[in-house]
């Protein structure tokens, strides 16, 4: 079977509980699976599905329980900033609205499966503002903000 149809069955389960019983262990090239799921980026829900189906082999499993732990760490990094960053903006009457991943996020069995690296945010204001002028001076190139103004 097709590693990128495997991978889809997978993240079907995983995001809705779409069944996927005539996946067999020995028709998965694991090595390739976790090559394709870490290029699109689904390497935390493939995983997250392998581990409930049984399917995960130990001798493959090292590199996507690594993703997984680094996943985890990744949401709940980015859901403190969200969060200091909405504080920042309410306490200077900026109305916004967080889009896409952190929003979407919470439609997963659980939000460290919705892979993101930006957080998203639409503002009201015609102002474009950088957030390192809202007192974000850890706002980084490896930590990317988007904001967009109407």
Known sequence: ???????????????????????????????????FSKAHSIVNTV???????????EEYAAPFRR?????????????LELEEISAQLESRGIKYMPLKGSVMKHLYPRPDLRSMCDLDLSTISH?????????????????RFRVRTA
Do not use: H
């Open 47 to 57: 995983c997250y599905a392998l581990e409930k189906l049984n399917m995960l082999p």
């Open 127 to 143: 102002a474009k503002m950088s957030l390192t002028k809202l007192c974000f001076p850890w706002a980084t190139p490896l930590r």
């Open 67 to 79: 993703e997984l732990k680094i996943g985890r760490a990744r949401e709940a990094v980015q859901e």
């Open 1 to 35: 079977m097709d590693t990128g149809l495997i991978a889809s069955r997978l993240f079907a389960f995983a995001a809705d509980g779409v069944p996927c019983e005539e996946l067999k262990n020995e028709q998965i090239d694991y090595p390739a699976l976790y090559k």
